[in-house]
């Protein structure tokens, strides 16, 4: 794809860089790459002289912009096609309709019934494209408007974080990249800090920033914010997320929580992904400090991409005036995992081509079977194949789909060490990074850990792995001998930890492995173990001058 760049001066917004190179709007067929957000991409399509579809990634950003501006109609789920119909009807040059992917349908079938052709009188603006990619996996009909967009003779997508689409579509139609190069410096000040203490590291950081105004924590768990507003005490607080989120935490009793953006602040303001990009949230009197968190303990899915949430969230919150810090502070704890399975490019091309192998495997079966009860159990199991979650709603595999296998895997890497999400930070080129390996030898979370492991072998591998641990950052003069003692006392006092403490004083870590953990085969090798000591010891040259000693040669 060729990639075209526009100069941004400090101070100017995105249709200056546009007219740099020719275009007083958004052009037709380009993905544009702002760089940097709060550019003015969506406000601009919203003025500009043309009737326009704007796609955005979820509700409350739509209502933000009602806000902000008049004109618009809004399409998503509570909204009534009549309103829609009325719209369109009326006498207005440029007409503006701001929607949701899921919703965009209703617009599709209204214009249908008015003989318009949207095609052709619209120009559709995909906001936040990168969106498209990262929910797929659980926002199946994200991508609905993906064969209206392409049908559009003028559309474009945009985003400050665009991420690589393998759609076809994008080369044929010969859509170009155009990247907004700021001649400034506009990077960012960023925390981060990488734990196995988390809930300790987290006290501590809310501690140093007890005379903040606004504290706004950006976390993806709404069983994990109810979760740290109990443990933490908070009772000035306001919770943004879901409808179904407010149900959830009205039924824990806690009942300052919004689908939509609410003033003031709060104290305490948490917000789950629905707000992590496209929104505008207003600084009013004091500036927010900002706190992500990942919490690999809790679930997966509180990884947050430095590429791409991590340069959304801190664009957030809108600059008052000339003033171009709009924060604090800006801090990610996170903790990672080395256990973290990551696939390889190959592996996951070797398991599209599977999954789609299965899927024919089964549908030439399907198709050649005559018995009507055989033939519903092999669609049952059709449906159930993984191949199902890559196909679109017309059957064709969806190129997103795929795209977020490997958008998936890319994001896990980084979380695999604090060395690997370091490096991560480093290469967005957005941050200026203030590195805090704040891990323990043995963390609060390891030990949680291991209490909450239920299978011995998995409990096995666990206490291996700290006592290694422990062995190295002693060795490496991270502790001190009472340090590491203290430390091995732990394992001491407990049955298993005990029995693997002994083993590895014995056998060593590879022996242990090599066992697969399992005590019977464990057993075996220490026994072998100390009948190898034993007859090390039998002929041990101090035994051997007792021996003499004992028994003189020579005399009977």
Same mark, same amino acid.
């Given at each position: 794809?060729?990639?075209?760049?526009?100069?941004?001066?400090?101070?100017?917004?995105?249709?200056?860089?546009?007219?740099?190179?020719?275009?007083?709007?958004?052009?037709?067929?380009?993905?544009?790459?702002?760089?940097?957000?709060?550019?003015?991409?969506?406000?601009?399509?919203?003025?500009?002289?043309?009737?326009?579809?704007?796609?955005?990634?979820? =509700?409350?950003?739509?209502?933000?912009?009602?806000?902000?501006?008049? *004109?618009?109609?809004?399409?998503?789920?509570?909204?009534?096609?009549?309103?829609?119909?009325?719209?369109?009807?009326?006498?207005?040059?440029?007409?503006?309709?701001?929607?949701?992917?899921? $919703?965009?349908?209703?617009?599709?079938?209204?214009?249908?019934?008015?003989?318009?052709?949207?095609?052709?009188?619209?120009?559709?603006?995909?906001?936040?494209?990168?969106?498209?990619?990262?929910? @797929?996996?659980? #926002?199946?009909?994200?991508?609905?408007?993906?064969?209206?967009?392409? #049908?559009?003779?003028?559309?474009?997508?945009?985003?400050?974080?665009?991420?690589?689409?393998?759609?076809?579509?994008?080369?044929?139609? *010969?859509?170009?990249?155009?990247?907004?190069?700021?001649?400034?410096?506009?990077?960012?000040?960023?925390?981060?800090?990488?734990?196995?203490?988390?809930?300790?590291?987290?006290?501590?950081?809310?501690?140093?920033? &007890?005379?903040?105004?606004?504290?706004?924590?950006?976390?993806? =768990?709404?069983?994990?914010?109810?979760?740290?507003?109990?443990?933490?005490?908070?009772?000035?607080?306001?919770?943004?997320?879901?409808?179904?989120? =407010?149900?959830?935490?009205? &039924?824990?009793?806690?009942?300052?929580?919004? $689908?939509?953006?609410?003033?003031?602040?709060?104290?305490?303001?948490?917000?789950?992904?629905?707000?992590?990009?496209?929104?505008?949230?207003?600084?009013?009197?004091?500036?927010?400090?900002?706190?992500?968190?990942?919490?690999?303990?809790?679930?997966?899915?509180?990884?947050?991409?430095?590429?791409?949430?991590?340069?959304?969230?801190?664009?957030?919150?809108?600059?008052?005036?000339?003033?171009?810090?709009?924060?604090?502070?800006?801090?990610?704890? $996170?903790?990672?995992?080395?256990?973290? !399975?990551?696939?390889?490019?190959?592996?996951?091309?070797?398991?599209?081509?599977?999954?789609?192998?299965?899927?024919?495997?089964?549908?030439?079966?399907?198709?050649?079977?005559?018995?009507?009860? !055989?033939?519903?159990?092999?669609?049952?199991?059709?449906?159930?194949?993984?191949?199902?979650?890559?196909?679109?709603?017309?059957?064709?595999?969806?190129?997103?789909?795929?795209?977020?296998?490997?958008?998936?895997? #890319?994001?896990?890497?980084?979380?695999?060490?604090?060395?690997?999400?370091?490096?991560?930070?480093?290469?967005? *080129?957005?941050?200026?990074?203030?590195?805090?390996?704040?891990?323990?030898?043995?963390?609060?979370?390891?030990?949680?850990?291991?209490?909450?492991?239920?299978?011995?072998?998995?409990?096995?591998?666990?206490?291996?792995?700290? @006592?290694?641990?422990?062995?190295?950052?002693?060795?490496?003069? &991270?502790?001190?001998?009472?340090?590491?003692?203290?430390?091995?006392?732990?394992?001491?006092?407990?049955?298993?930890?005990?029995?693997?403490?002994?083993?590895?004083?014995?056998?060593?870590?590879?022996?242990?492995?090599?066992?697969?953990?399992?005590?019977?085969?464990?057993?075996? &090798?220490?026994?072998?173990?100390?009948?190898?000591?034993?007859?090390?010891?039998?002929?041990?040259?101090?035994?051997?001058?007792?021996?003499? #000693?004992?028994?003189?040669?020579? =005399?009977?």
């Amino acid at each position: 794809m060729k990639i075209v760049q526009a100069i941004l001066q400090k101070g100017e917004w995105l249709l200056d860089a546009l007219k740099r190179i020719g275009h007083s709007m958004i052009p037709s067929n380009c993905i544009l790459n702002k760089t940097l957000t709060g550019l003015g991409a969506t406000h601009s399509e919203i003025h500009s002289k043309r009737s326009s579809i704007i796609i955005e990634p979820n =509700v409350p950003v739509i209502l933000g912009k009602l806000g902000d501006n008049e *004109g618009l109609e809004a399409v998503y789920a509570k909204c009534t096609p009549y309103n829609l119909k009325k719209y369109l009807q009326m006498d207005i040059q440029y007409k503006k309709i701001i929607t949701t992917p899921e $919703s965009f349908h209703k617009i599709r079938k209204t214009a249908e019934e008015l003989h318009i052709n949207i095609y052709k009188t619209f120009f559709c603006l995909f906001d936040e494209c990168e969106k498209v990619t990262q929910d @797929i996996d659980y #926002r199946r009909k994200i991508s609905q408007p993906i064969y209206d967009f392409f #049908r559009f003779e003028n559309k474009a997508f945009v985003s400050a974080t665009p991420l690589p689409m393998s759609h076809p579509e994008f080369e044929k139609q *010969g859509f170009q990249m155009i990247k907004i190069e700021p001649e400034f410096n506009y990077k960012k000040d960023l925390t981060l800090i990488v734990t196995n203490s988390y809930y300790k590291c987290l006290q501590r950081v809310l501690d140093s920033l &007890k005379d903040s105004k606004h504290i706004c924590i950006f976390f993806n =768990v709404t069983d994990g914010i109810a979760d740290l507003i109990s443990n933490l005490g908070i009772t000035d607080y306001k919770v943004f997320c879901s409808e179904d989120s =407010v149900k959830k935490l009205a &039924k824990r009793g806690m009942f300052q929580a919004y $689908s939509q953006i609410s003033y003031p602040l709060a104290k305490y303001n948490f917000f789950t992904c629905r707000f992590y990009s496209a929104l505008d949230i207003r600084i009013c009197k004091h500036k927010p400090d900002i706190i992500m968190l990942t919490d690999l303990r809790t679930a997966n899915w509180t990884m947050i991409d430095p590429f791409t949430e991590a340069i959304q969230i801190q664009g957030r919150f809108r600059k008052r005036g000339k003033d171009d810090i709009t924060f604090n502070s800006l801090t990610h704890i $996170s903790t990672v995992n080395p256990d973290l !399975k990551v696939c390889s490019a190959e592996e996951i091309r070797g398991k599209v081509e599977q999954f789609c192998a299965n899927y024919n495997l089964l549908k030439e079966a399907h198709d050649a079977e005559l018995d009507e009860f !055989k033939k519903q159990a092999i669609l049952e199991d059709m449906n159930n194949l993984k191949y199902q979650d890559l196909i679109d709603e017309q059957g064709e595999i969806n190129p997103f789909s795929v795209d977020n296998l490997y958008n998936e895997e #890319r994001v896990r890497s980084y979380y695999q060490s604090a060395e690997a999400l370091h490096q991560a930070y480093l290469e967005t *080129g957005f941050f200026n990074v203030n590195f805090i390996p704040a891990l323990d030898c043995v963390g609060t979370d390891d030990i949680e850990r291991l209490n909450n492991t239920k299978l011995q072998i998995e409990q096995r591998k666990l206490i291996l792995q700290l @006592i290694v641990r422990i062995e190295k950052w002693f060795l490496c003069g &991270k502790i001190t001998y009472e340090e590491k003692e203290q430390h091995l006392n732990y394992f001491r006092q407990q049955s298993e930890g005990n029995y693997l403490l002994t083993a590895y004083e014995k056998i060593g870590k590879d022996h242990i492995i090599s066992a697969e953990y399992k005590r019977s085969l464990i057993d075996r &090798k220490v026994q072998e173990f100390d009948k190898a000591q034993a007859n090390k010891l039998r002929f041990s040259e101090n035994i051997l001058k007792d021996i003499q #000693r004992e028994f003189p040669i020579g =005399v009977y």
